[in-house]
């Protein structure tokens, strides 16, 4: 069975090495706080304006700013930075608090093109560093693809229940 | 609801701030690489020797090497090393990677106590850093019992499924 890290590998086609280039130097301390939380304002400024209802109302339960902050937080921490998003937070545990969401294929690859065009309009981050960013981003999306399959086993295991019951509980 | 970091807290009786004291100060510069490494192989030679079956066989499909190596190269990384663990495993993603086993309080309680044992036998480590390591590993462990308290969500949903059902598809 392949692993997480090798079905994101896979789907991303971004090796693991490329994927965390990021740790070759440190990204906070060449591109500071400011670039971080312009980053993922542009993003989600785009999230929360998406006309794709499917994708947009993922994020329906959460105010747009603490969206932000979440994610800033965690890149800083990530990439070099001071462990804002753990002293507020706890553990990043990517997967497990990525689980009430429906992380398809279809919705990594929006997220990724969103964070594409919020890259593009990046005055404060140099060429190679989005680069970098890039890669980790594709093949972290795809790992969280990869756990919400582990999570998407159950619901299986939940539908072949109902469907071999003559008179399910709840219907 | 609370959330995973606020469970973790209230069960294990370790605040946020107090479980991620281990960021204050490196601790993999202070510790080094070596004292890291006879730690994790003290801990695992207890939980591979362990008397409890119940608890040694949660990590029988494990090689305990490998266990040791996971687990260094995960404490290198985040208490201020170089990212071992995500070169060769990608995230850490504690929640989802330990999601085939039963994180219970009963395994965390057993777990903590075969790491303090293995602290108590340190060497290596001094006083102050063996209680922030511990505060931490103390946080983690009830982190992992919430992340695995969402998981049997997931099973009491497929219980009641059963339950419900005249004639339940498996028996």
Redesign the interface.
Known sequence: MQ???EK?SAWSGVD??D??AI?ESNLFEKLGLQSFINLSTNFYTRVYDDEEEWFRSMFANSKKEDAIQNQYEFFVQRMGG??LY????????????H?PFPVTHEAAERWLQHMQNAMDESVDIDQDSKVKMMNFFR??AF?LVA?NE??NQ??N??V???????????E
Chains 1, 2 share one sequence.
């Open positions: 692993s997480l890290q994101a693991q090495a994927a965390f740790d001071p462990p753990s002293q507020r937070k706890g553990h990043p545990a990517l997967i497990g608090r689980r093949h972290t790992f756990g582990l999570k159950n619901q295991n939940q072949a229940c109902k469907h071999g019951a003559s008179k399910p509980a709840e």
